[in-house]
C-alpha cells in the first residue's frame, strides 16, 4: 500500500468513526427530496376538494373552463423559463466581464443600474416598456428580465471577488492562460454563489410574471385580474394558491440543482 492509499484509508476510517454531529452531511437527503413535493400535492389535492364542493356560479365556470387554466399555467412557465435565460445570458457574462481588468472601474455603475432597475416598482416598469413597445409578451418579457438582472449580476460579481488571491496565483504559476484560470478555477469556486442569484432570480421571475397581464403578456396573473375585477372569489383563490406552489417548485428544483451543480470539492 502506497503512503497515498494509506492517508485516505486513514480519513476514511476516521470519518465513518466520527461521531454523527461531525460527518460531512450527505448532498441531498430523502427528506429534502419528498417533503416539498408532498406538500405541494396535498396543498392542490386540498384546492381540487374544495372546488367539487363550493358551488360555482355561471361566470366562474366559463372564467376556468375550456383549458384557460391550463393555458394560463403554461404561459406563466414560458415567460419564467425565457426571461430566466436571458437574464444569465446577460448577467453572468456581464459579471465576469466586470471582474477583469479596466472594466472593473466601471462595475460600480452597472450595478448602480441593476439596482435602479430592482428599485423601480414592476408595475411602472412595465407600464412604460408597454409605452414604448406596445402591448404584448415581449414588454412583459423585457420588463421580468430587468427586473431580475441584479441578484445574477451582484453574486456573479461577489463569487468572481471572493476568490483567494493566492489559488488564482498558484494557477498562472503552473502555467494556466487567463481562460483556464477564469473556466478551471475561478468560475467553479464561484459556483455556490453564482448558484444562489439564480435561484432568487427564478423566484422572483415567478411573481414577477403574474404582473405580465398587464402588459398583455397572460400568465397566471389573468386569472387574479378575473378573480379581483368579476368579484369572483373562487377564480381568485385558484391563480394565489397555483402563483406560489409554482414558486416554491421552482425553489426546490433550484435548490436540488444548487446541490448537484456544486463542485465535490466545495460540499458543505
Not at 435561484?199 to 397572460?218: C, E, I, K, Y
Amino acid at each position: 500500500m502506497t503512503a497515498t492509499e494509506a492517508e485516505v484509508t486513514s480519513e476514511s476510517l476516521d470519518e465513518a468513526q466520527a461521531p454523527p454531529s461531525e460527518r460531512r452531511p450527505p448532498r441531498l437527503t430523502w427528506q429534502k427530496l419528498t417533503f416539498l413535493p408532498v406538500a405541494l400535492i396535498a396543498v392542490l389535492l386540498a384546492t381540487w376538494l374544495w372546488f367539487q364542493q363550493a358551488g360555482l356560479d355561471a361566470l366562474t365556470r366559463n372564467a376556468l373552463s375550456g383549458g384557460q387554466v391550463t393555458k394560463a399555467l403554461w404561459q406563466h412557465i414560458q415567460l419564467t423559463v425565457i426571461s430566466t435565460f436571458f437574464v444569465l445570458i446577460i448577467a453572468i457574462p456581464l459579471g465576469i466581464l466586470l471582474t477583469r481588468g479596466p472594466m472593473r472601474r466601471a462595475a460600480p455603475v452597472a450595478m448602480a443600474f441593476a439596482n435602479t432597475g430592482q428599485a423601480t416598482p414592476a408595475i411602472g416598469l412595465l407600464a412604460l416598456l408597454v409605452i414604448w413597445l406596445g402591448i404584448g409578451r415581449r414588454a412583459a418579457l423585457i420588463g421580468i428580465i430587468v427586473y431580475a438582472i441584479l441578484p445574477v449580476l451582484a453574486n456573479t460579481i461577489a463569487g468572481l471577488k471572493a476568490n483567494d488571491p493566492t489559488l488564482l496565483e498558484a494557477a498562472r504559476g503552473i502555467g494556466m492562460s487567463p481562460t483556464g484560470v477564469l473556466t478551471r478555477v475561478e468560475l467553479p469556486l464561484a459556483v455556490p454563489l453564482i448558484l444562489a442569484g439564480v435561484r432568487t432570480a427564478l423566484v422572483l421571475n415567478v411573481g414577477t410574471a403574474t404582473l405580465a397581464v398587464f402588459g398583455g403578456g397572460g400568465g397566471l396573473g389573468v386569472l387574479i385580474t378575473t378573480g379581483i375585477t368579476n368579484q369572483r372569489m373562487p377564480v381568485l383563490v385558484l391563480g394565489s394558491i397555483l402563483t406560489v406552489v409554482l414558486a416554491l417548485l421552482v425553489d426546490w428544483l433550484a435548490s436540488i440543482a444548487e446541490l448537484l451543480l456544486r463542485p465535490r470539492g466545495l460540499q458543505p
